[in-house]
């Protein structure tokens, strides 16, 4: 009787190991592909906020080089440059590297070659060196507006006061009659 009582969970438990070995039924058949169907204008957005992102910044730094050559990176990154609709031409390009630097010159070379491959003309494209100067944005502006963004702890106790805290304000007034009794 012993034997019976404390094997009960045996039953159970092989009940539990034969489901989960013979398992549910498997969908060998590939999952569709999230993006995939029509009228889906996601992927699109998506390659038109890089191709704007990408036409904007302009620069290529020296991670987008291998040596002398434009690497992976660089070409992908005028690839979008010329994916930009918005933008006419001519193509600038800000080659954000050192002037001293014994490999820049090649480099713009490279640039030139690889966009004139993709069809456009020695005047439609312009390599300058430095960064974009349309690329950056005074810091004045935002630390003008900095305080309305953040708030102190005094800022923001007067503010939960002023909001109608009516239970601060009456139990303080309580206390001055309290007092003047």
């Known amino acids: 009787m012993k034997i019976g009582t404390t094997k009960w969970w045996i039953g159970p438990s092989l009940v539990s190991l034969w489901l989960g070995v013979s398992g549910c039924a498997k969908n060998d058949a590939p999952a569709p592909d999230f993006f995939s169907g029509t009228g889906d204008n996601s992927r699109h957005i998506m390659e038109v906020q890089q191709a704007v992102g990408a036409r904007n910044d302009a620069m290529l730094r020296t991670q987008h080089f291998d040596g002398a050559m434009l690497s992976g990176l ?26 001293a630097e014994p490999l820049t010159r090649d480099r713009r070379e490279s640039v030139v070659f690889y966009l004139k491959e993709k069809g456009l003309l020695e005047n439609q494209v312009f390599v300058e060196n430095g960064p974009n100067p349309n690329a950056v944005t005074p810091a004045a502006s935002g630390m003008a507006r900095l305080n309305k963004t953040e708030s102190s702890n005094a800022d923001a106790s007067s503010a939960t006061g002023a909001a109608g805290n009516s239970s601060t304000s009456n139990s303080s007034a309580g206390t001055a009659n309290a007092d003047s009794k």
């Open 74 to 99: 660089g070409r992908d990154k005028l690839d979008l440059m010329l994916k930009d609709n918005s933008k006419s031409l001519p193509v600038v390009v800000y080659l954000d590297l050192p002037a």
